[in-house]
């Protein structure tokens, strides 16, 4: 069974930092896309960052750049979302999502393009 877990959310103060696991049990993520999203209350899912398993490029939503890393390790079948500098609108549960097809590249930030997802983990960032 094909299963995606996140885990390392919390409460950060401003300025803080976390990262945050996406481990994968039932598959091997080496052919997947792995996207993170966010859902804040009362808004719609965003998408912040995606990997691609065909060549390793990376993708971030223009709120996050220069800010969150994301990054694989196939040998753990996980994959991370670094996240520095946070600030109180980062506020949100985070979701992790994997997609096999399109080659293993990252077919943009549109959750309905994406079949696998996580449970979320929250992210709190107050002071």
């Known amino acids: 069974q094909l299963q995606l877990v996140e885990s390392g959310g919390g409460l950060v103060q401003p300025g803080g930092s976390l990262r945050l696991s996406c481990a994968a049990s039932?598959?091997?993520?080496?052919?997947?896309?792995i996207g993170w999203f966010r859902q804040a209350p009362g808004k719609g899912r965003e998408g912040v960052s995606c990997?691609?398993?065909?060549?390793?490029?990376?993708y971030y939503a223009d709120s996050v750049k220069g800010r969150f890393t994301i990054s694989r390790d196939n040998a753990k079948n996980t994959v991370y979302l670094q996240m520095n500098s946070l600030k109180p609108e980062d506020t949100a549960v985070y979701y992790c999502?994997?997609?096999?097809?399109?080659?293993?590249?990252?077919?943009?930030?549109?959750?309905?393009?994406?079949?696998?997802w996580g449970q979320g983990a929250q992210v709190t960032v107050s002071s």
């Open positions: 999502a994997a997609e096999v097809r399109y080659g293993g590249r990252c077919p943009g930030f549109i959750p309905d393009l994406f079949g696998s």
């Open positions: 990997i691609s398993s065909s060549d390793g490029s990376t």
């Open positions: 039932g598959f091997t993520l080496d052919y997947y896309a």
